[in-house]
Nanobody
Framework: QVQVVESGGGLVPPGGSLRLSCANRGSAIRIDSTRWYRQAPGKQRELVALINSNGSTNYTESVKGRFTLSLDHAGGTGSLQMDNLKPEDPAMYYC???????????WGKGILVAVSS
């Protein structure tokens, strides 16, 4: 059974940085893509960034130049470096692991990112 666990969230002041990590603590699987979503109170969940197993990345416009994905080659998951955090970034951030074969995806429970002075 796959168990997705996020870590690295917390409270930082505006302009601060956090690094979110995503780990599969369960059965090993082939991961074709790691996607990071976020959901703020009263808003829909949005895709923030994704990294594929070949290292290609994509970011939503609002985080380009501030957020950077990197691939953990050992575990196959993607970590999200978040710099210059802004007041519009606070949300629950969720890691989603995708397997192309069969279209399976696995979600973490989420981790809180807060930005406040």
């Amino acid at each position: 059974q796959v168990q997705v666990v996020e870590s690295g969230g917390g409270l930082v002041p505006p302009g601060g940085s956090l690094r979110l990590s995503c780990a599969n603590r369960g059965s090993a699987i082939r991961i074709d893509s790691t996607r990071w979503y976020r959901q703020a109170p009263g808003k829909q969940r949005e895709l923030v960034a994704l990294i594929n197993s070949n290292g290609s990345t994509n970011y939503t416009e609002s985080v380009k130049g501030r957020f950077t994905l990197s691939l953990d080659h050992a575990g196959g998951t993607g970590s999200l470096q978040m710099d210059n955090l802004k007041p519009e970034d606070p949300a629950m951030y969720y890691c989603n692991l995708l397997q192309n074969r069969g279209g399976k995806e696995y979600w973490g429970k989420g981790i809180l990112v807060a930005v406040s002075s």
